[in-house]
T-cell receptor, first 115, second 112 residues
Framework: GAVVSQHPSRVICKSGTSVKIECRSL??????MFWYRQFPKQSLMLMAT?????????EQGVEKDKFLINHASLTLSTLTVTSAHPEDSSFYIC???????????FGPGTRLTVT | SQKIEQNSEALNIQEGKTATLTCNYT??????LQWYRQDPGRGPVFLLL?????KEKRKERLKVTFDTTLKQSLFHITASQPADSATYLC???????????FGKGTKLSVKP
């Protein structure tokens, strides 16, 4: 089946530093990847849509200069949290859309803790 | 705005019983609904998809229904087992980007 990986699975960083999270589709190509954020006991909230070869589309209220997204290839999208603050601590999950379909496959998530 | 609601935050049942989880949608008519399982600290795992013209769909011990009149989907797990304990999320395509809109989920606990 289609597998999506995320790296790292957990990261702790100091306030003010930047953190990069990778999302890879391992055995399929994905022209579109989504980045979600999930707070405890809350549903997944879409942050941005990452399209291969073009700029990401951000949801209202998500700062594009803070959450940098790069989708350089059909199998890799990266999310960089710049100048991280404690309120950015959350569970970040990506999903990849199987090229040519609506099937979405989710990564295992990345737990970010900003101290 | 489009909403997916799972009104039960938690459901506790005894092993062997049938678990029934509810998902309601408002302000739109999704062409299909999906159910996912999420374990703590993990991403969602796809379980079932049901289209609006399908009344019911089954997969092993899982059954999903879709009632467009009630704007509701029910998710059943028959002969539940402690290993079924997890959070179950209802979702549908509703975003302008083709993204999924999720409910908050229902945490199911199956006691032996």
């Amino acid at each position: 089946g289609a597998v999506v990986s995320q790296h790292p699975s957990r990261v702790i960083c100091k306030s003010g530093t930047s953190v990069k999270i990778e999302c890879r589709s391992l055995d399929f190509q994905a022209t579109t990847m989504f980045w979600y954020r999930q707070f405890p006991k809350q549903s997944l909230m879409l942050m941005a849509t990452s399209n291969e070869g073009s700029k990401a589309t951000y949801e209202q209220g998500v700062e594009k200069d803070k959450f940098l997204i790069n989708h350089a290839s059909l199998t890799l999208s990266t999310l960089t949290v710049t100048s991280a603050h404690p309120e950015d601590s959350s569970f970040y999950i990506c999903s990849a859309v199987l090229q040519g379909s609506y099937e979405q496959y989710f990564g295992p998530g990345t737990r970010l803790t900003v101290t | 705005s489009q909403k997916i609601e799972q009104n039960s935050e938690a459901l506790n049942i005894q092993e062997g019983k049938t678990a029934t989880l509810t998902c309601n949608y408002t302000n739109y008519s999704p062409a299909y609904l999906q159910w996912y399982r999420q374990d703590p600290g993990r991403g969602p795992v796809f379980l079932l998809l049901i289209r609006e013209n399908e009344k019911e769909k089954r997969k092993e011990r899982l059954k999903v229904t879709f009632d467009t009149t009630l704007k509701q989907s029910l998710f059943h797990i028959t002969a539940s087992q402690p290993a079924d304990s997890a959070t179950y999320l209802c979702a549908s395509f509703g975003g302008s980007q083709g993204n999924l809109i999720f409910g908050k989920g229902t945490k199911l606990s199956v006691k032996p």
